[in-house]
Every structure is written in C-alpha cells, then in structure tokens.
C-alpha cells in the first residue's frame, strides 16, 4: 500500500512541477517514501483539526510539493487545489504554509524547523498530551547552528516525543553536501548531542516503518538518519544529468532548481509510471 502511495506522490510531483514549470524536483522525489510512511503507518492524526493529532513540520520545506501530493492523496486538500500550486492567489506556492489544512508550520527557512518541532514537543508535555512531533530535516540542515541548538535543547529536556527523520541525500544548492561543508559521522555527532539514533535505508518502507514505530527505549528523543537518492525514481536526475543537451545544466544541481522539458519530463513521467 505504501509503495503504491510513494508512486503516486512521485508522479504528482512530476505532472505539478512540469504544469508550473518549477523546480525543486529531486528534492521532493527523494522524501516521497518517508512521506508515504509517515502519513499511512505512523501519524496519529484522524483529523487535521483535532488538537491532540501528531504534528508533522517538514523543516525542508523546498519539498513541499511532495506533502502537497500527500495532503491531496488523504483527501485534506483538493485535486482542484493541488492544480493550484505555484499560481496566482494560492496557498500552494513552493514552500508549505501553516494556512493550508494539514500543514501545522509554515516553513522554507532552513534550519528552522526542528527549532519548531522542540517547541512543539515540550508544549505536549506541558498541556499533558499525548501527541507526538515528527520532523523532517535535511542533511545539509546540519551546518545550520540553530539545528544544533535545538538538538541540544530536545536533549536536555528529554523530548521522547520527538522524533525527527534526516533526508540523508547527500546534496544541497550549491552542490555535494560533502563539497559544501562537510558533515561526517552523523550518528556520532548526534549521539554526542544525546541523541538515541537509527540508520536506514529511507526507500525501504520496512526499515523507516520498524525505525519509526519503535517505542523509545530511554530517555532521549530519537533521530533516524534515512539515507536516500536524490531524485528517486528518474534516472537521470538520480545521476545529475539532464536528458538533452538543450541547455548548459552543470552536476550535481542540476535538478534541485531546475524544472523540467518535454523530453526530460516525458523520460521522468514513463520511469516512475512502469516503477515496480
């Protein structure tokens, strides 16, 4: 059900960016299995209006159309709205905003969302709720100081209400995360912060599921460090390169701005569409 689910956002996120001509794609592509986790396994929400619902902040929030997609596909926004996205007098524009139903926290400030989420996490512990706070968070989210704060924050106030996912990809907009500021040894580091951590493969609905569902063990709030393909599920923007040469595109970027042509969205809508 999910695998199915993580199709559909895919080819959402194609048909959108392409009608819209906005790019951005590669980075909703890689989150499109977390998401479908995520809203069909693991999120307490019955209604986007209950006020003891989980909260979800998607802190990379360049990859909005992939929670628009999910949105549409729980029947929270409308096909009419999602044909919306990136127009004139919209509330689906790139990044989420907190007036749209299903979206708690208007984000797009990278850095920005898990400060959000420690917040969100201490005010259900001190309402007494039982709600949870997941946010997703992207690797290059890493060399942002205020992430670190707020680690430091959710750790020294053991927030086991929280659980933030980290989009692994390995890329960012100005190129290889690597290349840009490197950030090794991920678990170690958030260990340090007193974090409990978990490693998966974030295509695998198994792993993110078992990472995702499993109840903490101590005391900690918990980071599960997912590592995934950028542009997942197209071959050319998993590997950097665009389908023709029509314009001067330079790896590893190429897709994180970028929107698509005929013949690359053409390529892009077959491979997702015959994905087993």
């Given at each position: 059900m999910h695998r199915a689910t993580a199709k559909r956002i895919r080819q959402i996120?194609?048909?959108?960016?392409?009608?819209?001509?906005?790019?951005?794609?590669?980075?909703?592509?890689?989150?499109?299995?977390?998401?479908?986790?995520?809203?069909?396994?693991?999120l307490r929400v019955e209604s986007p209006e209950d006020p003891d619902r989980?909260?979800?902040?998607?802190?990379?929030?360049?990859?909005?159309?992939?929670?628009?997609?999910?949105?549409?596909?729980?029947?929270?926004?409308?096909?009419?709205?999602?044909?919306?996205?990136?127009?004139?007098?919209?509330?689906?524009?790139?990044?989420?905003?907190?007036?749209?139903?299903?979206?708690?926290?208007?984000?797009?400030?990278?850095?920005?969302?898990?400060?959000?989420?420690?917040?969100?996490?201490?005010a259900a512990r001190l309402q007494g709720s039982s709600r949870r706070v997941y946010c997703l968070i992207s690797d290059a989210e890493c060399n942002e100081g205020s992430v670190w704060e707020a680690a430091m924050f959710a750790a020294h106030h053991g927030l086991t209400n929280l659980t933030t996912i980290l989009d692994w990809n390995g890329q960012q907009a100005f190129g290889r995360t690597a290349d840009v500021l490197n950030c090794p040894n991920?678990?170690?580091?958030?260990?340090?912060?007193?974090?409990?951590?978990?490693?998966?493969?974030?295509?695998?609905?198994?792993?993110?599921?078992?990472?995702?569902?499993?109840?903490?063990?101590?005391?900690?709030?918990?980071?599960v460090l997912a590592r995934t393909t950028f542009g997942k599920g197209v071959s050319y923007m998993e590997q950097g390169v665009p389908v023709t040469q029509a314009h001067l595109r330079v790896a590893p970027i190429n897709w994180h701005y970028l929107p698509m042509g005929d013949a690359e969205y053409a390529t892009a809508i077959f491979e997702v569409g015959n994905a087993k």
């Open positions: 996120v194609l048909e959108q960016s392409k009608r819209a001509n906005v790019g951005h794609i590669g980075s909703c592509l890689c989150v499109a299995d977390i998401l479908a986790v995520l809203y069909g396994e693991v989980d909260r979800f902040i998607l802190s990379k929030g360049h990859a909005g159309l992939a929670l628009f997609a999910t949105l549409a596909l729980k029947g929270w926004i409308s096909d009419t709205d999602l044909g919306t996205f990136c127009g004139d007098n919209t509330m689906l524009g790139v990044h989420p905003e907190a007036g749209l139903r299903g979206v708690d926290f208007s984000t797009g400030s990278l850095g920005q969302g898990l400060c959000m989420a420690t917040g969100a996490a201490l991920l678990a170690e580091r958030w260990q340090a912060f007193g974090w409990r951590t978990s490693e998966v493969d974030g295509h695998s609905h198994t792993e993110l599921t078992a990472a995702l569902t499993q109840e903490s063990p101590s005391d900690k709030p918990h980071i």
